[in-house]
């Protein structure tokens, strides 16, 4: 799979993944709810015989309103990418997100990006979906463009779990904020998973016999402090179970930025 981080002013997509359908969102979470949209636009990219791509916004448009107050992400966008492709998807389009970008009129996304750009033969989007200066354009207004414009669209009701609540990445990160991780993977569909890159700490654990691998996440993370059994990915993809802390240490650090400090079971050597 390929991921594009692009415009339609910066240069074209390759012709083989012209005329596909394309699911678009910004899928962060890639919960329950958008993978129903992604699967519907999987069976008919492959009903149609044409790829399947995803067609998302980078950064995430309530960042750049509201850049003081950024979102947690829960699913940055490589690892996004990668369940994507898990999916089946054949690309994902990242395609740039300003000011100026939120200024163009629905008609103006809708001919030069979904018709000149990526020549969709299908659009697959939720039933909420809105685009465009001020919202403008949403489902009635997408449905009425593909008859203009020759292009179909399929969409896709609220998807909602067993007590008949919506499934919303919103009502996701507010149960990690909790800490009731369970009731996340729930509404995800798999784990709740987090990337960072290992930090050296002071090997206080080591002296203790509890070497850790030490993680910061972003800032914005919310994940309530806690201790949380979690399964650990090394590089090389293999999968250790183990413990993790996260929180602040004020006795340890002045700093105040949170770590995630994770013991892996029965495992000695480079993390």
Not at 95 to 119: K, T
Not at 150 to 176: N, P, Q
Not at 227 to 237: E, L, N, S
Not at 241 to 246: H, L, M
Request: aromatic letters at 10%; proline letters at 7%.
């Amino acid at each position: 799979m390929t991921v594009f981080h692009r415009n339609e002013k910066k240069e074209p997509l390759p012709a083989s993944l012209r005329g596909g359908v394309v699911a678009i969102g910004n899928f962060d979470g890639v919960h329950r709810g958008h993978q129903a949209v992604l699967s519907r636009a999987l069976e008919r990219a492959e009903a149609l015989g044409v790829p399947a791509l995803v067609l998302t916004f980078e950064p995430h448009p309530r960042t750049v309103f509201n850049p003081d107050k950024p979102v947690f992400r829960l699913t940055p966008p490589s690892l996004r990418a990668r369940i994507l492709e898990a999916m089946g998807f054949h690309s994902v389009i990242e395609y740039p997100f300003d000011r100026e970008f939120s200024q163009r009129s629905a008609e103006d996304f809708v001919q030069s990006i979904l018709g000149d750009w990526l020549g969709a033969k299908e659009v697959v989007t939720g039933f909420d979906f809105h685009f465009g200066k001020g919202r403008e354009g949403g489902p009635a207004y997408l449905m009425q463009a593909g008859s203009r414009h020759g292009f179909g669209v399929s969409l896709v009701d609220a998807f909602r779990d067993e007590g008949a609540e919506v499934v919303s990445s919103s009502r996701i990160r507010g149960l990690i904020a909790e800490g009731n991780v369970s009731e996340a993977a729930g509404l995800l569909g798999y784990r709740y998973t987090v990337e960072a890159e290992i930090m050296k700490g002071q090997q206080l654990g080591r002296t203790l016999g509890f070497p850790t691998a030490n993680m910061h996440l972003p800032p914005e993370a919310t994940l309530k402090p806690g201790i949380y059994a979690v399964r650990f990915r090394r590089p090389d993809g293999s999968i250790r179970d183990g413990v993790a802390s996260f929180g602040y240490r004020p006795t340890v650090t002045s700093n105040g930025d949170p770590w995630l400090e994770t013991f892996v079971f029965d495992f000695s050597g480079d993390l």
